[in-house]
């Protein structure tokens, strides 16, 4: 099993900058790729960013160019740098782990920008 709990979310000025960081516990050894989704009122969730164990990165059409993933491989911790924060970035972010035996999700935190 895999646990998965973000933090940092909260409300942000459009053209703001936040960091969000997804602890990873359990049985992170199984672990092949990590990443952030989001999901906002109405809409399907979509993929933000994604990390794999070597480093290798892929964003959203919509993020690219403003948002940052990257891990912390000695805290287990994958953060997300976003910046020049859009009202349209609004959404709950979530945590996810692709792992050796399934998909993993931690519960998600709101980030909301305002105009």
């Known amino acids: 099993q895999v646990q998965l709990v973000e933090s940092g979310g909260t409300l942000v000025q459009a053209g703001g900058s936040l960091r969000l960081s997804c602890a990873a516990s359990g049985s992170i050894f199984i672990i092949n790729l990590m990443g952030w989704y989001r999901q906002a009122p109405g809409k399907q969730r979509e993929l933000v960013a994604t990390?794999?164990?070597?480093?290798?990165?892929n964003y959203g059409d919509s993020v690219k160019g403003r948002f940052t993933i990257s891990r912390d491989n000695a805290k287990n911790t994958v953060y997300l740098q976003m910046s020049s924060l859009k009202p349209e970035d609004t959404a709950v972010y979530y945590c996810h782990a692709l792992a050796l035996i399934g998909n993993y999700w931690g519960q998600g935190t709101q980030v909301t920008v305002s105009s």
């Open positions: 990390i794999t164990n070597g480093g290798a990165v």
